[in-house]
């Protein structure tokens, strides 16, 4: 599993919203490489354009607000960005980023401590993000190990499924 992330950070404010992530009239695509190409289209059309596979995106408190849309996490991994750089999540979103395999970190101060361009390392085991720009380091609270399963696995569905593949031929052997 590869969980450290390099690239350059997009700056985005506080209380970015699923709808902002992925236009509602976007809903409806369903193969993942055309819906990133409309992530963040109406809140930033230079992203959409010029955001590079490995991007990081750096964001305020309660990324992701809103409805709750599988969609939103995936558009931005769609998209080519590597993980989201936040103050603070939205749990809705929080968990569907996790239960899509897509990476989310939460550094507090994160808009004050990393500014658009800056070149961003995020190593998710250590525990570290790194602004390579201003040469600074920053802890972040460590993913629990039954998440980074989930991550290593491919997600949700998957770690279930082998929970219920241990679980059951457990249950089978107690009787």
Same mark, same amino acid.
């Given at each position: 599993m590869d969980a450290k992330f390099c690239g350059s950070a997009w700056s985005f404010g506080d209380n970015i919203d699923t709808d902002m992530i992925i236009p509602a009239r976007f809903m409806s695509i369903t193969n993942y490489e055309e819906?990133?190409?409309?992530?963040?289209?109406?809140?930033?059309?230079e992203f959409t354009e010029n955001a590079k596979t490995g991007d990081i995106l750096v964001a305020g408190k309660n990324f992701g607000c809103g409805s709750s849309r599988e969609n939103a996490p995936?558009? &931005?991994?769609?998209?080519? &960005?590597?993980?989201?750089?936040?103050?603070?999540f939205a749990r809705t979103f929080f968990r569907n980023a996790v239960n899509m395999c897509f990476y989310v970190v939460e550094l507090p101060r994160a808009s004050?401590?990393?500014?658009?361009?800056?070149? &961003?390392?995020?190593?998710i085991k250590a525990g570290k993000v790194a602004n390579k720009t201003t040469n600074e380091e920053y802890d972040i609270e460590p993913i629990p190990e039954f998440m980074l399963n989930m991550y290593e696995i491919g997600g949700l569905s998957k770690y279930i499924q082998n929970?219920?593949?241990?679980?059951?031929?457990?249950?089978?052997?107690?009787?």
């Amino acid at each position: 599993m590869d969980a450290k992330f390099c690239g350059s950070a997009w700056s985005f404010g506080d209380n970015i919203d699923t709808d902002m992530i992925i236009p509602a009239r976007f809903m409806s695509i369903t193969n993942y490489e055309e819906l990133g190409k409309h992530c963040l289209t109406d809140t930033r059309p230079e992203f959409t354009e010029n955001a590079k596979t490995g991007d990081i995106l750096v964001a305020g408190k309660n990324f992701g607000c809103g409805s709750s849309r599988e969609n939103a996490p995936v558009a &931005i991994r769609a998209r080519g &960005i590597s993980c989201v750089v936040a103050e603070s999540f939205a749990r809705t979103f929080f968990r569907n980023a996790v239960n899509m395999c897509f990476y989310v970190v939460e550094l507090p101060r994160a808009s004050e401590r990393i500014r658009e361009g800056d070149i &961003i390392q995020v190593d998710i085991k250590a525990g570290k993000v790194a602004n390579k720009t201003t040469n600074e380091e920053y802890d972040i609270e460590p993913i629990p190990e039954f998440m980074l399963n989930m991550y290593e696995i491919g997600g949700l569905s998957k770690y279930i499924q082998n929970r219920l593949k241990t679980e059951g031929c457990q249950r089978e052997q107690t009787k």
